[in-house]
């Protein structure tokens, strides 16, 4: 039986993909270049950016440790956060202000929008909380995928559906070994489907799911407790290049109409790819509570409890703070 050459595919798949996301190596000279350039003038005597007054900042009980702002995939969220920054008030109603885990928390205006923008002479403010109901710490979901796939077979008997059942995860793991993401959790049936005015066929319907957590992944966090930022990112960049491995499955198929077509091939169009969220012990996610962070997953509140990476705190009376991992 002859079969599709998925491993001399791999080696193409992961150049292109690994030099899309860095660059050439001159380009990735270049804009190190341009990053250093850029740096030394803006500490070479850049004027701060003006602050709105008077400018408390915010830092929930709960939010442990606030550092400096690093890069992230996720934002502060609130409905009334600008893009400098700053949460405004509102005349009706308290605010919810969303304050993410380790980093450096907004500046809350002691105004409202339309105050904010008209020129005030002594003004008089009276400020009232912030407190646990109007103050929430979040952070981000750890991300993780499930994809599925399917391959055309010649039988369901035989070991050749092992085989490259076992040669497309070994493919898909060096693909994406550098992002220390790896593959987890595979399966496979082997169906006969019934082709719209054709003959049945056999397909593999194949299920895996790419999380970020491959051993030694707690070397992207640089010695911080709480990375999820890093692992997110390299967790998107696995998809993007398994996507593109496929991708390229479908090309090379449609482009060998000439020749031949293997027994066992990939299926176009059969990739599906989901999005699942997981969060830490002690965080989960309530769309109707927190409407204005609704895939933020938010500390468990008194009452509430999350043991495990589930997306929800359960409810618990004798819980009394915070961020609870289990129920006494």
Known sequence: MSSFPLPALHTAVARRAIAREHGTPSEVLNAQRRQRSATAQALGGGAPLPRARPAPRAEPEHAGALGRSRPRVGTQRSSLFSKKGFVYGTVEQPVKIYVKLHQNSPVLICMDINRANKEIVDPAYLWIGPNENTLQAYREPDYSY???????????VGRYNDLLFRVLKKILDNLISDLLCHVIEPSYKCHSVKIPEGDFVYELFIAFQVNPFAPGWKSVCNNSS?????????????????EEFFRSQAYILHHHVNKTIPAMHFVDHSFQVVRIDNCRPGFGKNEG?????ASCCVLCSPGTFSPDADVTCQICVSVHTYGAKSCP
């Open 146 to 156: 499930h994809m599925a796939v399917r391959f055309t077979t010649k039988s369901c």
């Open 226 to 242: 709480d990375c999820e930022d890093a692992t997110n990112r390299n967790i998107l960049k696995a998809r993007d290049r398994i």
């Open 289 to 293: 509570l927190h409407t204005n962070c």
